[in-house]
């Protein structure tokens, strides 16, 4: 008798575990359209794509007939673009409490959307992915702040810039450095894969022109997976490296947020930032055109002007420096 | 009365009955012993709560927590678990699968069956699982584009069954080697196929030694998911670094996982003591 209890109370044990299990691969496939799902509905709720037809952007007509194959051809078809963002990055990109994104470069590349006529999704690949190129259509454009560089041209197309930012150099505020000059022989960090780890190391080209500037005597550089985790080192004490440069809106949010930064010295470049696409994947000629003529018509009616003030609180859409 | 006495030490074999029927100094002997035992218990219980108050009491007091700020990002962060748990069930599922073959593999008798088994066995606990991620996600498009269509977090499951399947190969076969030969030679003897005692005689007992063991990678999976975030799959480490780094933050928002990791390593392991004891009973009983 309590040899039969025993056997039964097994079997049901591992009945419910084998059932257990099914339900969690049977939920997985689930699972994966609900995390993705709050992503592409977020700018929806900011601009309906539906209301918005390609009749508004009489400006930026379509080139007569778009390759076949081409990426804007892909986009029209799919009635969706797939934009690649870093939402550690404020202004530009970060999250909501909802989960959703927002920022500057978000609102630029749902702008784009609305007046391609396509709806817009987002992809959160990390920064160096989206520089390396070979995105094999996980997304179809970055609308990332990227600077136009002459190694990045090798992989990806760009647009026009659509706004350019300062580099700021910055001190932890108990280095006693006030000066450029003060970080000569020291460690500054900055983010992986980024221009301001090119400049450091003297080999960032911006294809056209190069940078007038050139980095403290003797300083050397150390990254860190983002920009902003080099304040935060700073913040948890850390003393292994003494600057720091970053974009001017980030070094401003950093010590906006009571951490140890200190700016130091004028802008050491302004990097023009574009819109980026892949070149291995489907020919993007097409997109770029496009695409160019849209942001000539966001600089001719102030839409960017008016989405830099919003998110950086000054005008960064002309050309300076 | 004395034979009566006798034959009760003579049946009492269980040993929960056995002080019951002793001497009073034997009974008194015995509860002294398991009231040391709940002192003991009770001590350590009182040593953990005390050291979790210290450790968060002390950053709270100190200043480092900014509450409001978890309070603020405490849903969404904390939205990433059940795919972490999903990512977890549905690996450890698939990892079973694969274990049971490679298991089969590298206890066939066919030179190229065994030598696919112990090469994928091989090839797996030789490089980190953390490449083996970067390269499905990053490498492989390279070489098959078709393969950049599949969603990360598909690619992250995959990866992540694949690493376990092979650790877990070896898992099932120590349990399908667990069966003693006389069974075996037993089933043959009685007239059955190798087939055949493997379907009603190993399998069926191999699978009721190796499910603590399954309980114990699971318990490692939901640590080992967290990798999976560097493919950009939401779940909840992505979340608790993307927000901490973007808001100067990683103390907090890396706290929170931390105490969510360990808090679903807990939970699971009081089921999985469990699942243990309840096989356990059943081989006593035999």
Same mark, same amino acid.
């Given at each position: 008798?309590?040899?039969?209890?025993?056997?039964?109370?097994?079997?049901?044990? $591992?009945?419910?575990?084998?059932?257990?299990?099914?339900?969690?691969?049977?939920?997985?496939?689930?699972?994966?359209?609900?995390?993705?799902?709050?992503?592409?509905?977020?700018?929806?709720?900011?601009?309906?794509?539906?209301?918005?037809?390609?009749?508004?952007?009489?400006?930026?007509?379509?080139?007569?007939?778009?390759?076949?194959?081409?990426?804007?051809?892909?986009?029209?078809?799919?009635?969706?673009?797939?934009?690649?963002?870093?939402?550690?990055?404020?202004?530009?990109?970060?999250?909501?409490?909802?989960?959703?994104?927002?920022?500057?470069?978000?609102?630029?590349?749902?702008?784009?959307?609305?007046?391609?006529? $396509?709806?817009?999704?987002?992809?959160?690949?990390?920064?160096?992915?989206?520089?390396?190129?070979?995105?094999?259509?996980?997304?179809?454009?970055?609308?990332?702040?990227?600077?136009?560089?002459?190694?990045?041209?090798?992989?990806?197309?760009?647009?026009?810039?659509?706004?350019?930012?300062?580099?700021?150099?910055?001190?932890?505020?108990?280095?006693?450095?006030?000066?450029?000059?003060?970080?000569?022989?020291? $460690?500054?960090?900055?983010?992986?894969?980024?221009?301001?780890?090119?400049?450091?190391?003297?080999?960032?080209?911006?294809?056209?022109?190069?940078?007038?500037?050139?980095?403290?005597?003797?300083?050397?550089?150390?990254?860190?997976?983002?920009?902003?985790?080099?304040?935060?080192?700073?913040?948890?004490?850390?003393?292994?490296?003494?600057?720091?440069?970053?974009?001017?809106?980030?070094?401003?949010?950093?010590?906006?947020?009571?951490?140890?930064?200190?700016?130091?010295?004028?802008?050491?470049?302004?990097?023009?930032?574009?819109?980026?696409?892949?070149?291995?994947?489907?020919?993007?000629?097409?997109?770029?055109?496009?695409?160019?003529?849209?942001?000539?018509?966001?600089?001719?009616?102030?839409?960017?002007?008016?989405?830099?003030?919003?998110?950086?609180?000054?005008?960064?859409?002309?050309?300076?420096? | 009365? @004395?034979?009566?006495?006798?034959?009760?030490?003579?049946?009492?074999?269980?040993?929960?009955?056995?002080?019951?029927?002793?001497?009073?100094?034997?009974?008194?002997?015995?509860?002294?012993?398991?009231?040391?035992?709940?002192?003991?218990?009770?001590?350590?219980?009182?040593?953990?709560?005390?050291?979790? @108050?210290?450790?968060?009491?002390?950053?709270?007091?100190?200043?480092?927590?900014?509450?409001?700020?978890?309070?603020?990002?405490?849903?969404?962060?904390?939205?990433?678990?059940?795919?972490?748990?999903?990512?977890?069930?549905?690996?450890?599922?698939?990892?079973?699968?694969?274990?049971?073959?490679?298991?089969?593999?590298?206890?066939?008798?066919?030179?190229?069956?065994?030598?696919?088994?112990?090469?994928?066995? &091989?090839?797996?606990?030789?490089?980190?699982?953390?490449?083996?991620?970067?390269?499905?996600?990053?490498?492989?498009?390279?070489?098959?584009? @078709?393969?950049?269509?599949?969603?990360?977090?598909?690619?992250?499951?995959?990866?992540?069954?694949?690493?376990?399947?092979?650790?877990?190969?070896?898992?099932?076969?120590?349990?399908?080697?667990?069966?003693?030969?006389?069974?075996?030679?037993?089933?043959?003897?009685?007239?059955?196929?190798?087939?055949?005692?493997?379907?009603?005689?190993?399998?069926?007992?191999?699978?009721?030694?190796?499910?603590?063991?399954?309980?114990?990678?699971?318990?490692?999976?939901?640590?080992? &998911?967290?990798?999976?975030?560097?493919?950009?799959?939401?779940?909840?480490?992505?979340?608790?670094?993307?927000?901490?780094?973007?808001?100067?933050?990683?103390?907090?928002?890396?706290?929170?996982?931390?105490?969510?990791?360990?808090?679903?390593?807990?939970?699971? &392991?009081?089921?999985?003591?469990?699942?243990?004891?309840?096989?356990?009973? &059943?081989?006593?009983?035999?």
């Amino acid at each position: 008798m309590d040899a039969v209890a025993w056997r039964r109370g097994r079997l049901s044990l $591992v009945l419910l575990a084998v059932a257990a299990i099914a339900i969690g691969a049977c939920t997985s496939g689930g699972g994966t359209t609900t995390s993705e799902a709050p992503a592409s509905e977020a700018p929806m709720s900011e601009a309906p794509m539906s209301e918005a037809p390609m009749s508004e952007a009489p400006a930026s007509e379509a080139p007569a007939s778009p390759i076949a194959g081409g990426l804007l051809d892909k986009v029209m078809t799919a009635g969706k673009i797939i934009m690649s963002t870093d939402p550690q990055y404020p202004p530009q990109s970060e999250l909501t409490a909802e989960g959703n994104y927002e920022g500057f470069d978000i609102d630029v590349g749902t702008e784009i959307a609305k007046r391609l006529g $396509v709806e817009i999704a987002f992809e959160t690949p990390s920064w160096d992915v989206i520089t390396a190129g070979s995105w094999g259509g996980r997304w179809d454009f970055s609308v990332g702040s990227m600077t136009i560089t002459s190694p990045r041209q090798e992989v990806l197309d760009f647009s026009d810039p659509y706004y350019y930012t300062p580099a700021q150099m910055a001190a932890r505020t108990d280095s006693g450095i006030t000066t450029l000059d003060g970080l000569a022989g020291k $460690v500054i960090c900055v983010g992986a894969a980024t221009t301001y780890l090119d400049w450091l190391n003297g080999s960032l080209d911006f294809g056209t022109e190069s940078p007038q500037t050139t980095p403290p005597e003797g300083a050397t550089a150390t990254t860190l997976d983002t920009d902003r985790l080099c304040a935060e080192a700073w913040r948890a004490g850390r003393t292994d490296f003494d600057g720091w440069l970053s974009s001017s809106t980030t070094v401003q949010a950093a010590i906006d947020d009571g951490l140890p930064v200190v700016a130091v010295g004028d802008p050491v470049f302004f990097e023009p930032l574009a819109v980026a696409f892949d070149k291995s994947g489907p020919d993007p000629s097409d997109m770029v055109t496009r695409v160019n003529a849209i942001l000539a018509e966001m600089h001719a009616d102030g839409t960017l002007k008016t989405m830099s003030e919003k998110w950086f609180g000054l005008d960064l859409t002309e050309k300076q420096g | 009365m @004395g034979i009566g006495r006798g034959e009760q030490i003579g049946t009492a074999v269980a040993p929960g009955r056995v002080h019951q029927t002793m001497d009073p100094i034997v009974d008194q002997i015995a509860r002294q012993r398991s009231r040391k035992q709940v002192r003991f218990r009770l001590t350590v219980f009182g040593t953990w709560i005390v050291l979790i @108050g210290v450790l968060i009491g002390g950053l709270w007091l100190g200043g480092k927590i900014n509450l409001d700020f978890l309070r603020q990002w405490q849903a969404y962060i904390l939205g990433g678990v059940p795919l972490t748990l999903v990512i977890s069930a549905s690996s450890i599922f698939f990892a079973c699968i694969l274990a049971i073959f490679g298991a089969l593999g590298r206890l066939s008798s066919n030179a190229v069956v065994y030598g696919v088994a112990s090469f994928y066995v &091989s090839l797996v606990r030789g490089t980190p699982l953390i490449v083996q991620i970067l390269f499905i996600y990053l490498a492989l498009p390279q070489i098959w584009q @078709g393969f950049a269509g599949i969603p990360a977090i598909t690619l992250g499951i995959f990866a992540l069954s694949f690493n376990y399947g092979a650790y877990m190969t070896e898992i099932f076969r120590a349990g399908i080697q667990a069966i003693p030969r006389g069974q075996i030679d037993a089933a043959h003897a009685i007239g059955m196929t190798d087939r055949l005692t493997m379907r009603r005689v190993v399998l069926p007992q191999a699978i009721r030694i190796v499910t603590p063991a399954i309980g114990n990678e699971f318990i490692a999976m939901v640590k080992d &998911s967290a990798l999976v975030s560097i493919i950009s799959v939401q779940e909840l480490l992505w979340r608790a670094q993307t927000v901490g780094a973007s808001k100067f933050r990683t103390l907090e928002t890396l706290l929170l996982a931390a105490l969510v990791y360990w808090v679903l390593t807990i939970a699971f &392991s009081l089921l999985q003591d469990r699942l243990e004891k309840r096989m356990a009973e &059943s081989d006593r009983r035999i």
